[in-house]
C-alpha cells in the first residue's frame, strides 16, 4: 500500500511557475510509474505526466516544454516544475502512483493562476 501526500500548490499569476511534490509512504523504487493527472472546474479529470522507475517520462500535448517531471528515489518524491503558467492551468492537480496491484491516488493540491 502507497499514501500520496501532495503539496506545493498555490495561487500563482500567468507566467509565474511552481514546483509540486508528491510524497509516497514508502520507497518508490519499484514503483512502475509515478505521476500527475488534473481536474479543472466542471471538466473530467485529466492525465498530465508520467514517469517510469526507469526515468521514462511522457507528457499530455499541452504541457510539453512548460511542464518537467522527476523522481528521487531517495526521498520518495515526485515533482512537477511548472513554468509559464497559464489561466487554463488552474485546477487540482492529483499524483498518482501505479503499481502491480493498483493504482493509488493522493488527496490533491489546488493550483490557481490568476491575476
Known amino acids: 500500500q502507497v499514501q500520496l501526500v501532495e503539496s506545493g500548490g498555490g495561487l500563482v499569476q500567468p507566467g509565474g511557475s511552481l514546483r509540486l511534490s508528491c510524497a509516497a509512504s514508502?520507497?518508490?523504487?519499484?514503483?512502475?510509474?509515478m505521476g500527475w493527472h488534473r481536474q479543472a472546474p466542471g471538466k473530467e479529470r485529466e492525465f498530465v505526466a508520467v514517469?517510469?522507475?526507469?526515468?521514462?517520462?511522457n507528457y499530455q500535448d499541452s504541457v510539453k516544454g512548460r511542464f518537467t517531471i522527476s523522481r528521487d528515489n531517495g526521498k520518495n518524491t515526485v515533482y512537477l516544475q511548472i513554468e509559464s503558467l497559464k489561466p487554463e492551468d488552474t485546477a487540482v492537480y492529483y499524483c498518482?502512483?501505479?503499481?502491480?496491484?493498483?493504482?493509488?491516488w493522493g488527496q490533491g493540491t489546488q493550483v490557481t493562476v490568476s491575476s
Open positions: 514508502r520507497s518508490i523504487f519499484s514503483i512502475n510509474a
Open positions: 498518482f502512483a501505479q503499481t502491480t496491484t493498483r493504482n493509488y
Open positions: 514517469i517510469t522507475s526507469r526515468g521514462s517520462a
